[in-house]
């Protein structure tokens, strides 16, 4: 077995427990890594010697969590009945952690048990901080890059290593909620002010009050405190007064965030409810049985795929090309110091890049040089920027309106306006200038790259970077490959969205590449139901129940009613006769024609405030367009939607577009926000079933037209009974 936790005895009796996971620059928990650990604190509790433990990591970092594979691992190895493999497994995880808890320590008297102490260097997540929970004593260094905390909700699952039940039986249900149910992750100093750890202490003393505490620990500081009589829970138990409330404003809150269709909060809050109303052993069997459900869960299942195990492949270079050296990025030019310009000057000089920021003239390269200063003051008030940081920041930007000042820059990516001409000169200008070998990248999000690239003299050079508004918070960033872009250019661009820690998905050139063709369907479609005369808060209402952050209404005054409007007649004049006709276009021309141009007029299918806080559905839009008095139901609304960004999605995997289902759906999830609970519009129609799938597309497409007649590869699929990961999973077939 793997020496993954490194034991050693000190000369005072003091064991320590060493966490080094070999090969990985941060410890994730595997299940020799469980083994390692089990036999390190058996060989502690068992030997007269040793007086206490210190459980620490020879990492900057204790643990980044569990590795999830394990978990798919458990479930494959149960066969027929993964359910019980699952519950088991996490069992055994519980016995484990409770063996520390009690450090040997008689059940009956609890007298006689070992002290043992979390040394926690830096960052601990998931079953890093749950091994914390279970130790008696809990230290963390004071490192400012640290953070702690219990993020599982993010991925669909909730903390089943006994996380659930310890924070909630430690802190109360209320003050545990929002690192349970949000997944906040803190840092050292306010986890100690929340009562997740004890000490916080300078990181070169780490070890040594660790030592110090462990040596002079007492009996009542080894024994946890439900595991003595007459324990009552902060904030009242389910059955008490206080204790209830919590528990019914808990509940609603869960289920207006989530609108039923992530399991994994309810299940969360449905644990410790349960948890709360029985012993601390059976607590523990409880939490152990909700989280085998969650992880049964297709849902959960298919988010765990999406993000964290695809998404992590795809920032690890899963669609690199193969036999292309390194090509991180050293020097950047950025053409155009607007908005999206600055937002990505930002971002690359905050990971250390140097850049050059250019506009017209100077006036508007300070403009852009601002809006990066203004980012890195909101940084400054929140505290997670220093003033030393923002200066060494601003110092890696240089704003200027000469193109000689690009000269050495090994990656230029141009954010100028989306015209042809306008792209095409600031291209001959910078490749005037720039190295023979440099890559050249658009930013464009409408124009065809392969046309772009007519304008370069190194067309295999030129790629386009899509970035998503507002940069440095959106983490997708989607790169088209035009038709002669070559191998280095793909890996440049790859190679530079992992320096800035964004997550790449790799596309072909198409019209709207793949993000925007899949969401711009989705409110053309509703923008076709309003023109119907459905309900606008029946197509919003249903939007959100289907798991979108933002109703398509909402969406189109956020990007803008002019924006829609550009797009649409751009679209008409490149397809001209071929454009499919859309009733729903009169909706967002009419408004466009009042002034009503979203929420940055402050009006548009909304109402808001002076301040541009939102109301309500602006009325005029049911005078305008009345409502019928028969509406559909939410479910064929919601099938309307869904399908609308589905199909195309489908579409551009069938037509070579997009070349893997998993940035199909890690990109869905990250660019547009598709229901991150369905895992993806490809693992969507996994768990819906391609022929339950093909069934809804041909009732819809009788009744509303055939755009949602069903593409021949999901047809196909549904005739062979596959789905699209069994069939396409790169995961798999690399395995």
């Known amino acids: 077995m793997t020496d993954i936790f490194k034991y050693d005895v000190d000369a005072d009796g003091v064991a320590t427990l060493t966490w080094d996971l ?44 569990m590795d999830l594979n394990i978990l798919a691992g458990m479930k494959r190895q149960a066969g027929d009945d993964p359910a019980r493999g699952l519950f088991e497994g996490t069992m055994r995880m519980h016995e484990l952690l ?56 993010l991925v669909g699952i909730f903390p089943g290593g006994g996380g659930t039940t310890r924070l909630a039986w430690m802190l109360g249900a209320m003050a545990a909620a929002p690192l349970l149910l949000e997944g906040k992750m803190l840092a050292p100093a306010k986890a100690k002010a929340a009562g997740v750890v004890d000490e916080v202490v300078p990181a070169d003393q780490l070890l040594a009050r660790a030592k110090e505490w462990v040596l002079n620990a ?52 449905a644990a410790v409810y349960e948890g709360m109303l029985v012993p601390f052993d059976t607590a523990l069997k409880i939490e152990a049985r909700w989280f085998t459900k969650v992880l049964m869960n297709p849902s959960s299942e298919a988010m765990i795929r ?42 690359a000089a905050r990971a250390g890049i140097e850049v050059v920021l250019m506009d017209r003239d100077q006036e508007a390269a300070d403009r852009g040089l601002a809006t990066i200063a203004g980012l890195l003051d909101e940084g400054v008030k929140k505290r997670k920027v220093t003033e030393a940081q923002k200066a060494e920041v601003l110092g890696r930007v240089l704003a200027t309106p000469d193109y000689a000042r690009l000269e050495g820059c090994d990656l230029v990516i141009e954010a100028v306006f989306e015209d042809m001409g306008v792209k095409a000169e600031v291209t001959a200008k910078a490749e005037a200038v720039i190295p023979e070998d440099a890559i050249f990248a658009s930013n464009t999000s409408t124009l065809p790259i392969t046309e772009l690239a007519k304008a370069s003299k190194r067309p295999e050079r030129f790629i386009g970077i899509h970035f998503f508004s507002p940069v440095h918070k959106m983490a997708l960033v989607e790169i088209i490959k035009g038709k002669q872009t070559g191998d280095e250019a793909v890996a440049k661009a790859l190679d530079f969205v992992r320096q800035i820690r964004k997550t790449p998905i790799v596309v072909n050139d198409a019209r709207f590449f793949y993000a925007n063709r899949c969401i711009i369907p989705y409110g053309a479609e509703a923008n076709r139901m309003v023109a119907e005369g459905v309900e606008p808060a029946l197509i919003e209402n249903s939007a959100r129940q289907m798991g979108m952050p933002l109703g398509p209404l909402q969406l189109g005054d956020e990007t803008s009613i002019d924006l829609a409007v550009k797009i649409m007649n751009a679209t008409k004049a490149a397809l001209g006769d071929a454009y499919p006709d ?23 299918f909304y109402e808001y405030d002076e301040k541009g806080k939102r109301l309500r559905i602006w009325p005029g839009l049911r005078e305008l367009f009345p409502v019928r008095k028969d509406q559909p139901s ?82 196909e699929l549904a005739a062979k009974g596959e789905t699209f990961y069994g069939r396409f999973d790169a995961a798999k077939k690399a395995a």
């Not at 389910?238 to 409330?245: L, N, R, V």
């Not at 909706?587 to 002034?595: A, C, P, R, T």
């Open 22 to 65: 070999p090969g990985k620059s941060m410890n994730v928990m595997t299940l020799e890594g469980l083994e390692s650990l089990n036999a390190g604190v058996d060989k502690a509790l068992g030997d007269p010697a040793v007086k206490g433990l210190i459980i620490t990591s020879a990492k900057p970092d204790f643990a980044g969590g």
């Open 582 to 604: 859309n009733p729903g276009d009169a909706v967002i021309q009419k408004l466009y024609d009042l002034g009503r141009l979203g929420r940055k007029a402050k009006a548009g």
């Open 98 to 153: 409770r063996k520390i808890e009690l450090g040997g320590a008689d059940r009956k008297t609890m007298k006689g048990g070992k002290p043992v102490v979390w040394a926690c260097p830096g960052t601990a997540a998931g079953i890093g901080l749950e091994i914390g929970l279970a130790c008696h004593r809990r230290i963390a260094a004071d490192n400012p890059k640290a953070k702690i905390g219990l993020p599982e909700i």
């Open 306 to 347: 999406s993000l964290f195990i695809n998404k992590e492949a795809l920032e690890k270079g899963a669609v690199r090309p193969a036999g292309v050296p390194d090509m991180r990025v050293r020097k950047l030019g950025v053409l155009g110091a607007g908005m999206m310009g600055a937002g990505i000057a930002f971002v």
């Open 634 to 715: 939410k479910t064929e609304v919601q099938n309307r939607l869904m399908l609308a960004q589905v199909l195309e999605a489908v579409r551009a995997f069938e037509e070579g577009v997009l070349m893997d289902i998993r940035e199909g759906d890690v990109g869905a999830i990250l660019g547009w926000g598709f229901a991150p609970w369905s895992g993806g519009p490809f693992s969507w129609v996994d768990m819906t079933g391609p022929a339950k799938v093909v069934e809804i597309c041909e009732d819809l497409a009788a009744r509303h037209g055939p755009r949602f007649a069903p593409p021949a590869l999901l047809k």
């Open 218 to 269: 007492g009996p009542d500081d080894v024994v946890k405190p439900w595991d003595r009589k007459g324990y009552k829970i902060p904030g009242g138990a389910p059955y008490h007064p206080a204790g209830f409330q919590t528990f019914v404003g808990a509940s609603a809150m869960i289920h207006a965030r989530t609108q039923g269709v992530y399991p994994a909060a309810q299940a969360l809050l």
